[in-house]
Every structure is written in structure tokens, then in C-alpha cells.
């Protein structure tokens, strides 16, 4: 067993003091507070245990890890009692084993006795130590020659990943414990008492009825065959395991994949990843089959038009085809008439050669990323004021704050693991702050409860973070020695002199914002007061026009208040995709090289040219807005898009599907027909995340490893298929693997200068920077003593309404988010069975809305913008405020950016997601769908039988719509 894989019994404690005691005669020294479960286990000793795991508090119920204290009576357990100074402590004795054997008869006793045909045999706890106490024999009988007993109790199946098995149950309530200690929601609880006791999801529901959010913690925590996945009974235990990192949201989950040679069985999160420590959620858990699903695309396609049938051919001759016509519109239409995107979910190293080949093969910087759609606000706005553009803090640090203020994000359903973290924080006693236009999870939940609910209109958040400012100054609660010391003085004065005018008061920007005075006074006070205090902040602050401005507003407040550079406090983006930081990181936009640092800069260029043998261009390249504009202009030809979608993610639908159709050679990159595939000329199979070897990089500048577990089901990884493309463009890529990659970006990056794969192997992950100024596993929290920048610039942030308002035509404000089963796009997720949680995208409406347009819960409700028009089924809510509607866009047939404008940010082109005018009616005829949806139908029958033929030459066509 690796040391990483002992199960010490109980939490490790931190103390400045420690103890030293006597365990089995062997002198023993821990920090005060350690329980003798651990202290024995650290020594070497294992201590029998059932209801003891190291993730949960010690429960002391199952009463085999009884010891014996000198000059103490009884037997104590080992669990619940501390070490002291000077204990002498057996863990072995004829007494001990009499009383651990009786123990466990009474446990078999009621317990099935099908261990060698039960699914968890060769990893059941109960098991395991009914042989370590010597059980050879149950004098009581089993099951029915007991007595009364729950051997024959039916078992539960409705989850559709894990099993519960009542009669296999022993009542240790690890699985009640780790829903309400690691996960939070509360959905388990014991119901009945003494021996009728039993593990009830819910009020007796079944799990799916329940208020269970499937994150798998009950499933880790039992020690018996009771909660059981399902693969591990369709398939059996596991032979080997391989640490790898979660490819769904920007937490960055560490994983165990616990194989069968090169079959999956299941993911079980790892205990030592600093980002979840041994935390999951259902998506990383559950739903990674989306990477075998007969959906996938695994040979190399081409077609003349997107109206041609797609035809199967060698990778030779795709990456030949597509390297020629690239060259062919170069030639015609000149060296900036193509470009790339890179993909937020593929490796640091695959995004790096996407980018190098833009500048280095096509010769222009027409390069981008996803997060133009997404965080590009945070990357100007912390640059702007901090000096760089990421998150200051690791996500362990909110254990250390006083107050939270969470504004636009939504972690119970977004990035679920640190939403879990932080309600452990908050049922600790920390406060917390909402802003946000809905009423979130966190807003009040089991055991938790915000302070404030600054409940503001959307498109208002410059008004409020103004606000607040205007109190913390004009209320004298400026941390003025931070800021004297820390920031630059010229800036400071003039942001004070700003929002201490009577415009941008609580009282004066009330009529714009919504949000009643006394509560942002209340909440700017407890902000500025109330210790160490830390913002998080997702979409809903980003994806406005005024995006970067909030951005640099709240960084304002935090600087303004000491709230940056130590533990518990910061500015923290929480970041969508499991890549999106290192996407940026790696040079994906077009003004910047790896490393944030300028295309115009010669220094920095020189370094590149050298590097990569060829001249660049120092103009900055088009940003994906750009591109599509300039492909309805006739000047944008050519678009190699890797691993994104932004025909379904990006807004105004119509407009980007329009500039796709007029583009003359589209080659995309991917494991799936996606909506953006469908007007593709080339499709090169792409590789999921446990079919290559690599980094991701997460929210907090975590860079983690990426193992292949599997072969490529097309026969490369994403980051050869890039290469082979280089090589047939004429420009050589002879990498032999990712870590020759990451060497030229260390040697290239400096803020990566420290980083390889053979310190992440040793020291489990890094952060950046890392380098020879640096700790040696680089910098977990950012800005301590001094700014990257130096000094701290404040940034004047004044509220300019977005240009998207209400009107009679367009009454209502339409704002959009993400749901906990569903990712992204849903390319992954809806090909798995989470779609059971969440199977279409809704139309969330206030009841007063709805009643004024008959509008009743579950009725179609026809959406309207300036942009397009679509139909989703209506849920009526109080969750959303009069006047505002709310929706998701994880099912491309919902057309939730066909409603979606192209008001964008003014310094990113980040998209305005968050903010569209829409008319919303009842749908009273019966074919509900929209013009735009039925076309979308037709078009998508149209290209899954297009692949259909390609695929099965000899077969008759017929549409297939994968996973829909």
C-alpha cells in the first residue's frame, strides 16, 4: 500500500505543541490533539476499525478500536481519544480480542454472508477486519438462526451509478458523516432507533428522490458492499491505479483511475490532490463514459461542402487535405485570412502547439480561446490592478476566512467541490455576502445562510461594487496603513475622491441596482470589518459589457481593505473549464505570447524567433469576434478550431452559424459531431483526457498532471494530430512527447521556469509562478509583501448601463448560468446518465411574471430578444426576481444563444451572457419548437446522416442523434 493510500482513522491535527506517548511500547510523537487511531497509525500500528476513515471526525460507534491506558478503567476508544503527554497505550491484549470478536459476531450476524460472490469482496472493510480480530465463528447464527435481523431488506437501484444495499449496512454512519461533513447537502440521515436503526436517503425516498447530489462521498466512506458503483458490480475490482486530473470544471480535481488494463472501472478522487483532497462531484466521479461512447468520432474525415456526405480517409490524407487548403486561401486571400482556436480542455502542452502553429506555420496571430467568451475581463481586470492576470489564493485558503463574498458564480453548481469546501467554512461560523440577480444555493441551504443577499438587477454590478467602495471610504474603514504601504498613491486618491461622490452612494445608485441601501451599507461594513475577507467571482461578473470594469472594482475594494496577499482573503475568478487558466496562460490570445507578455514586445519576440526558428509578426491577430465578423466580410477563410464548440457556446447563434457557412475550409478537432463539426470540411478525431499525457492548470495556478490511462481511440493524442498538421504545413514539430513540451515552455516562460514533470510526479502538482524565485512548488498564494506589479493600481470604475435595456417590445431581462449534472456544452455530459438529473434546458420565470402571461409551471414559453427567438419549458420560481428570467444552454437544441446578443465587454469582447432584453409568451400550439429550432432540427438530421453514410457505407441512412 502506498503512503498515500493509509486510511490514518482520523483528520491529521495541526498544533504548534506536540506529545509525545508510549504506543505497544513504542515511544510515539504527534501534534496535540491527535487521536490514538492516528498516533498508533503513524507509528505503524493499525488499529481495527469500521466507522473511522481520516476524511471524517471521529464518531466512536463501532467499538473495535478499543484500547487499554495505563491507569485508566475501561477501554476506551481509539478514535475519540486524544494523545497525552506520557500515555502508555495498548492496542493488543486477550482482553482487547475478546471484545473485539464479540463486537464483530453481532455485526455478521445481521450481515450476508455472500462474500465471495459480493461485489465488494477484495475491498470490504467488514471483511478485512472479521479477519483481523481472528472471527472464526458466530455463536448468535446469521440472519434468520439469529433472529430478527435485515439480511433479506430490498435493495435500492434508482440511482443510475451506485447501488444501496441495505441489508449489507452495519450503521457506521460514514456515509450520513461525509454527506454532511465533505459534501454538505444533508441527504442522509439514520432513521429508526436501536436495532431498527437504519441509513435513510431522505424521509425512506429512494436515492433519486431524494436531496442527494450523487458527488459519490457516501459511496467512498462505506466500508461494506451497501453503497456500491455500479460498474464496480457490472465489472469487478480493479487491478491498478493511475493519479490523473478531472477534465470538467476549473477545481481541478485530482483522480485515481482505477483500472482493468485499459478499461476504466471508476474514478475515485485522490485524497493527496491539494485542489479536492479526496472530495468529487458527479461529473468527475460519475460521468466520465462520454470517452467510449459509440457517439465517438475515430477516423479522420473529409467533404468538399458541409451539404457532402463526409467521407473516411487516412490521417495522411486529412491532415494533407487541410494543410493545402490552408495554404490555398493564404495564397489567394493572404496570410491573415486564417487562424486557430485552442481548447480550454485540452492539455497546456496542446494548447501550446495550437498557438505556436498559428504564429509559426500560418505566420499571423489569429489565435483564441474560450476564454474570450468567459474570463478574458479577469486577465485585463487583475493585470490592470494586481499586475496578473489569475487568482491570488489556493481554494484551502477560505478555511482560514472570516467573511466570503461570492458575487456572479453559483459553486454548489458550478464548481461543486469548493462550493462544498466553502459551506464547511460557512457552518464554521464565517459570514457570507451573495450578490447575485438570483437566489442561489448558498443563499440559504442546510445549516447555512448568507448575511446579505444583494439581490441587484443584472447588469448592475459596477453600481453595487461602487456602492460598497463609497461606504468603506466615506465610512473611514480604508485600511489606510495597507494602502499606504502596498499602493500607489496617485491612484488611490483619485478612486477615493470618485466614490466618495454622492453619485455613486448606496441611496444614489439604489434606483439602478435594486438593491436597497441599508443592505450594501450593511454588507460594505462587514466586508471592511469583519476580519479576513474573500472575494469569489464567476461569469456573472465577467460576462458583461462592463466585465473588465468589475473586474478592476472589486480588486479596488480588496486592496482597499488589506484584502489581498495572505491567507483567507484574496480575489479569486473561479474558473469554467478544467483548462481555461492554462489556455491563457499558454499564449492563446492574440496580443499576447506564452506568459502574458505582448506580441509587440521585440524583446520577448526574439526569444520565440530564436526558439522557433521562423519571424513573427508583431501585429496582434483577430479575436474570435473578429474572425467571425471578417468571415462575413469575405477576408476570414480558414478556422483550425481544437476541442471547442463555438457554434452552440458563443452568442447570436445565427451570426456565428452564418460566418461558419461562409469560411471556404473549417478543420475541426474533436471526439464528437459538435454543433461547430457540423460546418466543418475536416474532422480530426481528437482524444479525451484519459487517453493522453500532459498538465491542466487550474483556478488557483494548480499544475497538475494528466496520465494516459488508455490508447487514443484515433490513434494519436490531440498534441501529435497538431503536430502531424505543422508538418504537413511545412513546418517541423518533432516533439516525441509532452514533456519535451513542457521543457521549451519552461525554457520560453517565466513564470513556468521552475515547472516539470519530474517535480509535479514528486511533489503532486505546482503553481505558478514557479521558478528560481519561488518556493520550489511554486506560489500557492500571490502578492504577499508586494504586488507583481509593484504597487497597487486603483482604477476608476464608473457605472455606465449596459446598452441592452427593457423596453415595452422587450420587457424582461434574460440572464444565464449552469446546472450541477450538466457541463458546458453537455458534449460530455449529455452522453452520459446525468441527463437523468437534467435532460433539457428551462425557462426559469417569477410567478407575477408568469400569472401576467398565463403562464403556468411546465408550460412551453416562447422567448424573443433583438437577436432571435426559441422555446423552452417554463419553471416557475421565486428563485429569480420579478422581471427577470433565467436559463442554461447545456442542450444545443434549447437555442439558448440564439437569444443571446453581441454587446460585449469594452476592453475584452467579452460576450454580455448575463444581460438580454426578451419578450416571453406562453406557446399555445402544439409543434412548440421555434423557426430557429425547427431549422436547427432539420440541419442536424441532415449532418448526423451525412456521418451516418460515411460511416456505414453499405447501411441505409438514418439520423442519429447521439446522447440527445
Same mark, same amino acid.
Given at each position: 500500500?502506498?503512503?498515500?493510500?493509509?486510511?490514518?482513522?482520523?483528520?491529521?491535527?495541526?498544533?504548534?505543541?506536540?506529545?509525545?506517548?508510549?504506543?505497544?511500547?513504542?515511544?510515539?510523537?504527534?501534534?496535540?490533539?491527535?487521536?490514538?487511531?492516528?498516533?498508533?497509525?503513524?507509528?505503524?500500528?493499525?488499529?481495527?476499525?469500521?466507522?473511522?476513515?481520516?476524511?471524517?471526525?471521529?464518531?466512536?460507534?463501532?467499538?473495535?478500536?478499543?484500547?487499554?491506558?495505563?491507569?485508566?478503567?475501561?477501554?476506551?476508544?481509539?478514535?475519540?481519544?486524544?494523545?497525552?503527554?506520557?500515555?502508555?497505550?495498548?492496542?493488543?491484549?486477550?482482553?482487547?480480542?475478546?471484545?473485539?470478536?464479540?463486537?464483530?459476531?453481532?455485526?455478521?450476524?445481521?450481515?450476508?454472508?455472500?462474500?465471495?460472490?459480493?461485489?465488494?469482496?477484495?475491498?470490504?472493510?467488514?471483511?478485512?477486519?472479521?479477519?483481523?480480530?481472528?472471527?472464526?465463528?458466530?455463536?448468535?447464527?446469521?440472519?434468520?438462526?439469529?433472529?430478527?435481523?435485515?439480511?433479506?431488506?430490498?435493495?435500492?437501484?434508482?440511482?443510475?451509478?451506485?447501488?444501496?444495499?441495505?441489508?449489507?449496512?452495519?450503521?457506521?454512519?460514514?456515509?450520513?458523516?461525509?454527506?454532511?461533513?465533505?459534501?454538505?447537502?444533508?441527504?442522509?440521515?439514520?432513521?429508526?432507533?436501536?436495532?431498527?436503526?437504519?441509513?435513510?436517503?431522505?424521509?425512506?425516498?429512494?436515492?433519486?428522490?431524494?436531496?442527494?447530489?450523487?458527488?459519490?462521498?457516501?459511496?467512498?466512506?462505506?466500508?461494506?458492499?451497501?453503497?456500491?458503483?455500479?460498474?464496480?458490480?457490472?465489472?469487478?475490482?480493479?487491478?491498478?491505479?493511475?493519479?490523473?486530473?478531472?477534465?470538467?470544471?476549473?477545481?481541478?480535481?485530482?483522480?485515481?483511475?482505477?483500472?482493468?488494463?485499459?478499461?476504466?472501472?471508476?474514478?475515485?478522487?485522490?485524497?493527496?490532490?491539494?485542489?479536492?483532497?479526496?472530495?468529487?462531484?458527479?461529473?468527475?466521479?460519475?460521468?466520465?463514459?462520454?470517452?467510449?461512447?459509440?457517439?465517438?468520432?475515430?477516423?479522420?474525415?473529409?467533404?468538399?461542402?458541409?451539404?457532402?456526405?463526409?467521407?473516411?480517409?487516412?490521417?495522411?490524407?486529412?491532415?494533407?487535405?487541410?494543410?493545402?487548403?490552408?495554404?490555398?486561401?493564404?495564397?489567394?486571400?493572404?496570410?491573415?485570412?486564417?487562424?486557430?482556436?485552442?481548447?480550454?480542455?485540452?492539455?497546456?502542452?496542446?494548447?501550446?502547439?495550437?498557438?505556436?502553429?498559428?504564429?509559426?506555420?500560418?505566420?499571423?496571430?489569429?489565435?483564441?480561446?474560450?476564454?474570450?467568451?468567459?474570463?478574458?475581463?479577469?486577465?485585463?481586470?487583475?493585470?490592470?490592478?494586481?499586475?496578473?492576470?489569475?487568482?491570488?489564493?489556493?481554494?484551502?485558503?477560505?478555511?482560514?476566512?472570516?467573511?466570503?463574498?461570492?458575487?456572479?458564480?453559483?459553486?454548489?453548481?458550478?464548481?461543486?467541490?469548493?462550493?462544498?469546501?466553502?459551506?464547511?467554512?460557512?457552518?464554521?461560523?464565517?459570514?457570507?455576502?451573495?450578490?447575485?440577480?438570483?437566489?442561489?444555493?448558498?443563499?440559504?441551504?442546510?445549516?447555512?445562510?448568507?448575511?446579505?443577499?444583494?439581490?441587484?438587477?443584472?447588469?448592475?454590478?459596477?453600481?453595487?461594487?461602487?456602492?460598497?467602495?463609497?461606504?468603506?471610504?466615506?465610512?473611514?474603514?480604508?485600511?489606510?496603513?495597507?494602502?499606504?504601504?502596498?499602493?500607489?498613491?496617485?491612484?488611490?486618491?483619485?478612486?477615493?475622491?470618485?466614490?466618495?461622490?454622492?453619485?455613486?452612494?448606496?441611496?444614489?445608485?439604489?434606483?439602478?441596482?435594486?438593491?436597497?441601501?441599508?443592505?450594501?451599507?450593511?454588507?460594505?461594513?462587514?466586508?471592511?470589518?469583519?476580519?479576513?475577507?474573500?472575494?469569489?467571482?464567476?461569469?456573472?461578473?465577467?460576462?458583461?459589457?462592463?466585465?473588465?470594469?468589475?473586474?478592476?472594482?472589486?480588486?479596488?475594494?480588496?486592496?482597499?481593505?488589506?484584502?489581498?496577499?495572505?491567507?483567507? /482573503?484574496?480575489?479569486?475568478?473561479?474558473?469554467?473549464?478544467?483548462?481555461?487558466?492554462?489556455?491563457?496562460?499558454?499564449?492563446?490570445?492574440?496580443?499576447?505570447?506564452?506568459?502574458?507578455?505582448?506580441?509587440?514586445?521585440?524583446?520577448?519576440?526574439?526569444?520565440?524567433?530564436?526558439?522557433?526558428?521562423?519571424?513573427?509578426?508583431?501585429?496582434?491577430?483577430?479575436?474570435?469576434?473578429?474572425?467571425?465578423?471578417?468571415?462575413?466580410?469575405?477576408?476570414?477563410?480558414?478556422?483550425?478550431?481544437?476541442?471547442?464548440?463555438?457554434?452552440?457556446?458563443?452568442?447570436?447563434?445565427?451570426?456565428?452559424?452564418?460566418?461558419?457557412?461562409?469560411?471556404?475550409?473549417? /478543420?475541426?478537432?474533436?471526439?464528437?459531431?459538435?454543433?461547430?463539426?457540423?460546418?466543418?470540411?475536416?474532422?480530426?478525431?481528437?482524444?479525451?483526457?484519459?487517453?493522453?499525457?500532459?498538465?491542466?492548470?487550474?483556478?488557483?495556478?494548480?499544475?497538475?498532471?494528466?496520465?494516459?490511462?488508455?490508447?487514443?481511440?484515433?490513434?494519436?493524442?490531440?498534441?501529435?494530430?497538431?503536430?502531424?498538421?505543422?508538418?504537413?504545413?511545412?513546418?517541423?514539430?518533432?516533439?516525441?512527447?509532452?514533456?519535451?513540451?513542457?521543457?521549451?515552455?519552461?525554457?520560453?516562460?517565466?513564470?513556468?521556469?521552475?515547472?516539470?514533470?519530474?517535480?509535479?510526479?514528486?511533489?503532486?502538482?505546482?503553481?505558478?509562478?514557479?521558478?528560481?524565485?519561488?518556493?520550489?512548488?511554486?506560489?500557492?498564494?500571490?502578492?504577499?509583501?508586494?504586488?507583481?506589479?509593484?504597487?497597487?493600481?486603483?482604477?476608476?470604475?464608473?457605472?455606465?448601463?449596459?446598452?441592452?435595456?427593457?423596453?415595452?417590445?422587450?420587457?424582461?431581462?434574460?440572464?444565464?448560468?449552469?446546472?450541477?449534472?450538466?457541463?458546458?456544452?453537455?458534449?460530455?455530459?449529455?452522453?452520459?446518465?446525468?441527463?437523468?438529473?437534467?435532460?433539457?434546458?428551462?425557462?426559469?420565470?417569477?410567478?407575477?411574471?408568469?400569472?401576467?402571461?398565463?403562464?403556468?409551471?411546465?408550460?412551453?414559453?416562447?422567448?424573443?430578444?433583438?437577436?432571435?427567438?426559441?422555446?423552452?419549458?417554463?419553471?416557475?420560481?421565486?428563485?429569480?426576481?420579478?422581471?427577470?428570467?433565467?436559463?442554461?444552454?447545456?442542450?444545443?437544441?434549447?437555442?439558448?444563444?440564439?437569444?443571446?446578443?453581441?454587446?460585449?465587454?469594452?476592453?475584452?469582447?467579452?460576450?454580455?451572457?448575463?444581460?438580454?432584453?426578451?419578450?416571453?409568451?406562453?406557446?399555445?400550439?402544439?409543434?412548440?419548437?421555434?423557426?430557429?429550432?425547427?431549422?436547427?432540427?432539420?440541419?442536424?438530421?441532415?449532418?448526423?446522416?451525412?456521418?451516418?453514410?460515411?460511416?456505414?457505407?453499405?447501411?441505409?441512412?438514418?439520423?442519429?442523434?447521439?446522447?440527445?
Amino acid at each position: 500500500m502506498n503512503h498515500s493510500e493509509i486510511d490514518y482513522g482520523t483528520p491529521r491535527r495541526e498544533s504548534e505543541r506536540e506529545v509525545t506517548l508510549e504506543i505497544d511500547g513504542h515511544s510515539v510523537t504527534v501534534p496535540a490533539g491527535t487521536s490514538l487511531m492516528r498516533a498508533a497509525t503513524e507509528a505503524g500500528v493499525m488499529v481495527p476499525k469500521l466507522c473511522a476513515t481520516d476524511s471524517l471526525e471521529p464518531f466512536g460507534s463501532c467499538r473495535l478500536c478499543l484500547v487499554e491506558i495505563d491507569g485508566r478503567k475501561g477501554f476506551p476508544a481509539s478514535c475519540t481519544t486524544p494523545a497525552e503527554a506520557g500515555m502508555k497505550v495498548k492496542t493488543q491484549s486477550p482482553k482487547l480480542q475478546q471484545l473485539r470478536k464479540g463486537v464483530m459476531e453481532l455485526y455478521i450476524s445481521d450481515h450476508p454472508l455472500d462474500c465471495l460472490t459480493c461485489s465488494a469482496n477484495g475491498n470490504c472493510e467488514l471483511q478485512t477486519q472479521a479477519g483481523v480480530v481472528g472471527l472464526r465463528d458466530v455463536r448468535y447464527g446469521v440472519g434468520e438462526k439469529a433472529g430478527a435481523h435485515h439480511c433479506d431488506l430490498p435493495k435500492d437501484e434508482s440511482n443510475p451509478y451506485f447501488t444501496f444495499d441495505s441489508s449489507k449496512c452495519i450503521v457506521c454512519n460514514r456515509c450520513v458523516r461525509a454527506c454532511e461533513e465533505t459534501q454538505g447537502t444533508f441527504a442522509l440521515t439514520i432513521s429508526g432507533r436501536g436495532f431498527e436503526a437504519r441509513v435513510s436517503p431522505g424521509q425512506d425516498q429512494p436515492f433519486m428522490e431524494s436531496d442527494c447530489v450523487s458527488c459519490g462521498a457516501c459511496v467512498q466512506a462505506c466500508p461494506t458492499a451497501t453503497l456500491q458503483e455500479k460498474t464496480i458490480i457490472q465489472i469487478g475490482q480493479p487491478e491498478h491505479r493511475v493519479i490523473t486530473t478531472c477534465a470538467y470544471c476549473g477545481v481541478g480535481c485530482a483522480f485515481k483511475a482505477e483500472m482493468k488494463g485499459s478499461q476504466v472501472v471508476n474514478m475515485v478522487p485522490w485524497k493527496d490532490g491539494k485542489a479536492n483532497e479526496g472530495h468529487s462531484c458527479i461529473k468527475g466521479r460519475f460521468a466520465w463514459g462520454y470517452a467510449t461512447h459509440p457517439d465517438r468520432i475515430t477516423k479522420p474525415m473529409i467533404r468538399a461542402s458541409i451539404q457532402d456526405p463526409w467521407q473516411e480517409v487516412s490521417w495522411e490524407v486529412a491532415l494533407s487535405h487541410a494543410a493545402s487548403e490552408f495554404r490555398r486561401i493564404q495564397e489567394k486571400h493572404g496570410r491573415d485570412s486564417i487562424g486557430g482556436i485552442t481548447s480550454s480542455r485540452c492539455t497546456n502542452e496542446e494548447t501550446y502547439l495550437v498557438q505556436k502553429l498559428v504564429r509559426a506555420a500560418f505566420g499571423n496571430n489569429n489565435v483564441d480561446t474560450c476564454a474570450r467568451v468567459c474570463h478574458s475581463p479577469t486577465g485585463y481586470g487583475l493585470g490592470q490592478t494586481l499586475g496578473t492576470s489569475a487568482g491570488t489564493q489556493t481554494f484551502k485558503s477560505v478555511e482560514k476566512a472570516d467573511v466570503v463574498m461570492v458575487i456572479g458564480a453559483n459553486p454548489s453548481e458550478a464548481h461543486p467541490v469548493f462550493g462544498s469546501r466553502l459551506k464547511k467554512r460557512l457552518r464554521e461560523g464565517a459570514k457570507l455576502i451573495v450578490v447575485d440577480p438570483r437566489r442561489i444555493d448558498l443563499v440559504k441551504s442546510p445549516h447555512i445562510e448568507a448575511a446579505h443577499h444583494l439581490q441587484l438587477k443584472p447588469g448592475t454590478n459596477v453600481a453595487v461594487i461602487s456602492a460598497m467602495a463609497h461606504v468603506v471610504v466615506t465610512e473611514g474603514l480604508v485600511n489606510q496603513a495597507y494602502v499606504a504601504e502596498r499602493c500607489d498613491p496617485k491612484s488611490y486618491a483619485q478612486w477615493s475622491e470618485f466614490v466618495s461622490r454622492p453619485e455613486n452612494s448606496p441611496e444614489a445608485l439604489e434606483a439602478a441596482s435594486g438593491v436597497p441601501a441599508a443592505e450594501v451599507r450593511a454588507a460594505a461594513r462587514l466586508y471592511a470589518t469583519g476580519g479576513n475577507a474573500a472575494i469569489y467571482y464567476g461569469l456573472g461578473v465577467t460576462e458583461h459589457s462592463q466585465g473588465s470594469t468589475m473586474v478592476m472594482g472589486i480588486a479596488n475594494l480588496a486592496m482597499a481593505t488589506g484584502n489581498v496577499g495572505r491567507e483567507g /482573503v484574496g480575489v479569486n475568478p473561479l474558473r469554467g473549464q478544467n483548462n481555461v487558466q492554462g489556455s491563457c496562460d499558454m499564449g492563446s490570445f492574440p496580443h499576447e505570447l506564452p506568459g502574458y507578455r505582448h506580441i509587440s514586445d521585440s524583446t520577448v519576440r526574439g526569444q520565440f524567433e530564436a526558439a522557433w526558428g521562423v519571424t513573427l509578426n508583431p501585429e496582434p491577430g483577430l479575436r474570435i469576434p473578429n474572425m467571425l465578423d471578417a468571415a462575413l466580410s469575405g477576408s476570414f477563410k480558414g478556422l483550425y478550431c481544437e476541442g471547442e464548440d463555438i457554434v452552440q457556446s458563443d452568442p447570436n447563434t445565427q451570426h456565428v452559424a452564418a460566418a461558419m457557412m461562409a469560411m471556404e475550409c473549417v /478543420v475541426v478537432q474533436d471526439i464528437f459531431l459538435n454543433e461547430t463539426a457540423k460546418y466543418a470540411h475536416v474532422f480530426l478525431p481528437g482524444s479525451s483526457f484519459l487517453e493522453k499525457d500532459g498538465t491542466f492548470t487550474n483556478a488557483e495556478r494548480r499544475i497538475s498532471r494528466v496520465r494516459k490511462v488508455m490508447p487514443p481511440l484515433g490513434g494519436y493524442a490531440d498534441w501529435e494530430v497538431t503536430q502531424k498538421l505543422a508538418q504537413a504545413l511545412g513546418y517541423p514539430m518533432n516533439y516525441a512527447n509532452p514533456e519535451e513540451i513542457m521543457r521549451e515552455i519552461a525554457a520560453l516562460t517565466p513564470t513556468f521556469a521552475g515547472v516539470s514533470y519530474e517535480k509535479i510526479e514528486r511533489l503532486g502538482s505546482v503553481q505558478w509562478p514557479c521558478n528560481g524565485s519561488t518556493e520550489e512548488a511554486g506560489t500557492p498564494i500571490m502578492h504577499v509583501g508586494k504586488f507583481v506589479r509593484g504597487q497597487g493600481r486603483f482604477i476608476i470604475t464608473q457605472y455606465v448601463p449596459t446598452d441592452e435595456k427593457v423596453t415595452r417590445k422587450f420587457p424582461l431581462l434574460l440572464t444565464t448560468g449552469r446546472i450541477l449534472s450538466q457541463y458546458n456544452v453537455g458534449a460530455q455530459t449529455r452522453r452520459t446518465e446525468n441527463s437523468q438529473w437534467h435532460s433539457e434546458d428551462v425557462l426559469e420565470i417569477h410567478p407575477h411574471d408568469a400569472e401576467e402571461r398565463g403562464i403556468a409551471d411546465g408550460d412551453w414559453a416562447g422567448i424573443q430578444s433583438r437577436a432571435g427567438e426559441t422555446v423552452l419549458r417554463a419553471v416557475v420560481t421565486e428563485r429569480v426576481q420579478p422581471g427577470v428570467v433565467y436559463t442554461t444552454f447545456h442542450f444545443p437544441e434549447s437555442g439558448a444563444n440564439v437569444i443571446t446578443t453581441d454587446n460585449s465587454d469594452w476592453a475584452t469582447n467579452c460576450p454580455e451572457y448575463k444581460v438580454t432584453a426578451v419578450q416571453v409568451m406562453k406557446v399555445m400550439q402544439a409543434q412548440h419548437l421555434s423557426p430557429w429550432q425547427k431549422e436547427f432540427n432539420r440541419f442536424d438530421a441532415l449532418q448526423q446522416e451525412l456521418l451516418h453514410a460515411a460511416q456505414h457505407p453499405s447501411s441505409p441512412a438514418e439520423a442519429v442523434h447521439g446522447g440527445k
